[in-house]
């Protein structure tokens, strides 16, 4: 998938959300960020440097990342994946900062931290993911799709606990969604993608008011914001 | 002082021992060297292998004995690249299997002729040298019951051809596809049989007895050629070159004067008559081989020593397997170590290098397809040909069967480690990367452990394949659980296939359970 031309551009502490169809470039972007794709042309920078002239693992290190589906290690107990990048970091607290990251994702590590995350519940899945990108207290969280795959209910908590965690911890954070909704709780700002492009960016209210697009324009009526809170915005 | 003393001594034993080492070395440490002698897996060629171990030992010439191996491809080439210095051998085969060749049908006829034709031919082009021949000729022979010739009036194979649509066959499957079987009786004599059916060679004596079939084909030193009664016809038209048995000697040996001369003393001595009888005490009898040709080299007076007097018999039926097995254990144990190391041995390699073969083509998936359909074309070659290739390249014996059982394990422990390690949870090999963990930790850490039941699985299969896999490898001179199986088949001994046979298939499940613990042992910990 190709990006064209695309500048973006996101503060620190602050949230953007990426929204757009399947195949718009979002992920793409996303992953441009800890390197995970490198852009043929163009640059990319984190806290100011680019991301080419840092060792990629390091980068990596200080760059937590949320997929879809957890991405846990599945032979790994939930306190050892939460420990994995205070690890990788040679952390002297490895213990402690995982105990504590699934403290703040509201899974105590008495009751949590031995099982595998096969006996864990969607939802717990994503907690223990959102726990392990955070535990290094990273600067930067990427996350492409965090709930995307959960039912409403878990959707709702878990959008909550990221919404109250993101206040408390001011991380700077990019987010890829499906649903404007989500995108305008958690976010503040939302970057409407299209085919590689940037198609508009700004507040729910501002692309409400003002729809840079036909395109936006369609966006917004399919997912009737303003209405009924829909959850498959999609 | 004593010390003293003996340590001076034994400088001086040294001293005198390279001595005299550097004085023999070239002069006779050719003849230390035991001389190799062959066969090939049938009664007949057992018992002239034997009897030619026997007479060269009975002048103080050591011998290695290497029965048994897997066809004349696999004990010429191995005599061609000295692993073996004498076989038994039959000029027919050495002229249509070896060197593809023929002859007028006048020369064909005439048993002078093609052994003067065939040991030339051998000389020159492979030095290896014929002995003159023992005296009999073992050739194809079509043979029907006597009151079967009578009733048909049937003395030749042209008889044969006369009343061949009122006649059914029963002909060994090699017989009815060779040019110079079925298809040249019916070229030359125009026979034309009612019906043709492929027997395995050990029921078509029953087949013929039982009035099944007519006519069978069958080799004419046969042993059971006598216990049936049966009327050999005559090759009226001498369409069968002639088959004299022979020594067939490798270059080492046609070197030593000692052992043309030791083998030279069989030339002209053995009969079709006493062949047969031979045969039959062997294949019929059950006699055990070393003592049948003992008796008979000592009835040739030959050898000096004493016959056996008691005709140990291997096979009489009256013991069950058990007690057979029971009797023969310490030379089970020993077959059924030597078995195990060579799998072990030939997993060992393979595993240390179809792993990183595996985990290599995961990381160059364009090729992977191609190598690993590479490997899985080595697995559909038969492990006696696979082995049978090894021979010419690296002689008989343990090293072409370990290179041979090594390319047999390689594919299934590949295939394991690739699949594995590919399919190993893309999301979490994805997020480790995304999250800092360098290629080598994902390999280690999440790749490995992830795919460790589907390599381990991998190893188990190429572990079973290679313990039955082994029991060819007694073809080519390896040893192990197959010795008793070739020989047994060779002379016709139940028994002494099972007690090869019992022991490998309770390997086979042995390893595979060990290996099954194992494998649980590297489950990862969420799967236990």
């Known amino acids: ?234 | 002082m004593v010390r003293a003393f003996d340590f001076a001594q034994g400088k001086r034993l040294w001293i005198a021992m390279v001595v005299a080492l550097l004085l023999t070395t070239g002069a006779t440490a050719q003849d230390r060297v035991p001389i190799v002698v062959a066969s090939k897996p049938f009664g007949e060629s057992y018992l002239l292998a034997e009897m030619f171990a026997q007479l060269l030992e009975a002048r103080g010439i050591a011998v290695n004995r290497m029965q048994g191996l897997g066809s004349t491809e696999i004990v010429f080439s191995a005599l061609r690249s000295g692993s073996v210095d004498v076989y038994p051998e039959y000029t027919g085969t050495g002229l249509i299997a070896v060197l593809h060749d023929t002859l007028p049908p006048d020369d064909l006829a005439d048993s002078r002729k093609v052994f003067a034709h065939v040991s030339g031919a051998f000389a020159s082009r492979y030095g290896v040298r014929w002995l003159p021949p023992l005296g009999f000729e073992n050739t194809f022979a079509i043979a029907v019951k006597e009151e079967t010739a009578a009733q048909y009036r049937l003395r030749t194979l042209s008889d044969l051809a006369r009343e061949s649509a009122r006649l059914n066959a029963g002909f060994t499957a090699d017989f009815i596809d060779r040019s110079d079987g079925l298809a040249g009786l019916a070229r030359v004599y125009g026979i034309r049989l009612a019906t043709v059916k492929p027997l395995l060679p050990a029921l078509k004596y029953e087949a013929l007895a039982s009035g099944a079939v007519d006519v069978i084909d069958a080799f004419s030193t046969d042993g059971l050629l006598e216990r049936y009664r049966l009327v050999v016809l005559d090759d009226d038209r001498h369409f069968f070159p002639p088959y004299e048995g022979a020594a067939l000697l490798g270059p080492r040996a046609s070197g030593r004067a000692d052992v043309v001369a030791a083998l030279t003393l069989l030339s002209g001595r053995l009969g079709e008559p006493a062949m047969r009888s031979l045969n039959r005490r062997i294949e019929v009898d059950s006699e055990d081989v070393s003592a049948v040709a003992a008796s008979m080299l000592k009835s040739l007076a030959l050898t000096a020593g004493q016959a056996p007097s008691t005709a140990r018999t291997h096979g009489s039926g009256a013991d069950g397997i058990g007690s057979y097995m029971w009797a023969r254990r310490a030379t089970l144990v020993r077959l059924t170590l030597r078995h195990l190391w060579l799998v072990a041995l030939a997993l060992a390699i393979a595993t240390l290098v179809a792993v990183p073969l595996g985990l290599a083509l995961e990381r160059a998936r364009s090729i992977a397809g191609p190598a690993l359909a590479g490997l899985g074309v080595l697995q559909t070659i038969p492990s006696i040909a696979l082995l049978a290739f090894m021979v010419p390249l690296l002689g008989i014996g343990a090293a072409p069967a370990l290179v041979a059982l090594w390319l047999y394990a390689l594919f299934p422990i590949a295939r394991g480690t690739y699949t594995g390690v590919r399919d190993a949870d893309p999301g979490a090999v994805e997020a480790a990367e995304a999250l800092g963990m360098t290629t080598g930790q994902r390999l280690l850490k999440v790749r490995l452990p992830l795919a460790a039941p589907v390599i381990m699985a991998g190893i188990r299969t190429a572990a079973v394949i290679t313990v039955g896999a082994t029991t060819l490898a007694a073809f080519i001179g390896a040893g192990g659980l197959g010795e008793p199986i070739v020989t047994g088949l060779a002379i016709a001994d139940t028994r002494m296939v099972l007690s090869g046979a019992l022991p490998a298939a309770a390997l086979a499940l042995v390893v595979d359970a060990a290996l099954g613990i194992v494998e649980r042992r590297v489950r990862p910990a969420h799967l236990r």
């Open chain 1, 1 to 234: 998938m190709a990006l064209d031309d695309v500048s973006l551009e996101v503060s620190r502490g602050q949230c953007v959300a990426l929204v757009g169809e399947s195949g718009a470039g979002k992920t793409t972007l996303l992953r441009c960020f800890n390197r995970m794709i490198v852009p043929a042309e163009g640059t990319v920078a984190v806290d100011d440097r680019d991301v080419a002239s840092e060792q990629v693992v390091e980068l990596r290190r200080r760059i937590g990342y949320v997929p879809q589906h957890g991405g846990l290690l599945p032979h790994w107990t939930v306190l050892r994946n939460v420990a994995l990048v205070p690890e990788l970091r040679q952390q002297s607290d490895t213990g402690a900062a995982a105990r504590y990251a699934l403290e703040q994702v509201g899974l105590p590590a008495a009751d949590f931290g031995s099982r595998y995350p096969g006996e864990l519940s969607g939802g717990q899945r994503q907690r223990v993911a959102l726990a392990r990108a955070i535990a290094a207290r990273q600067t930067v969280l990427l996350m492409d799709e965090p709930f995307g795959s959960l039912d409403a209910i878990s959707r709702a908590d878990l959008q909550t606990l990221c919404a109250s965690l993101r206040r408390e911890l001011g991380v700077t954070t990019l987010l890829v969604t499906h649903d404007l909704l989500e995108a305008d709780l958690l976010a503040d700002e939302i970057v409407v993608m299209r085919a590689g492009r940037v198609e508009q960016r700004g507040t729910l209210e501002m692309l409400m008011s003002a729809p840079a697009t036909v395109y936006v324009a369609s966006l917004l009526k399919r997912a009737r914001v303003g209405g009924r809170r829909d959850e498959d915005a999609w």
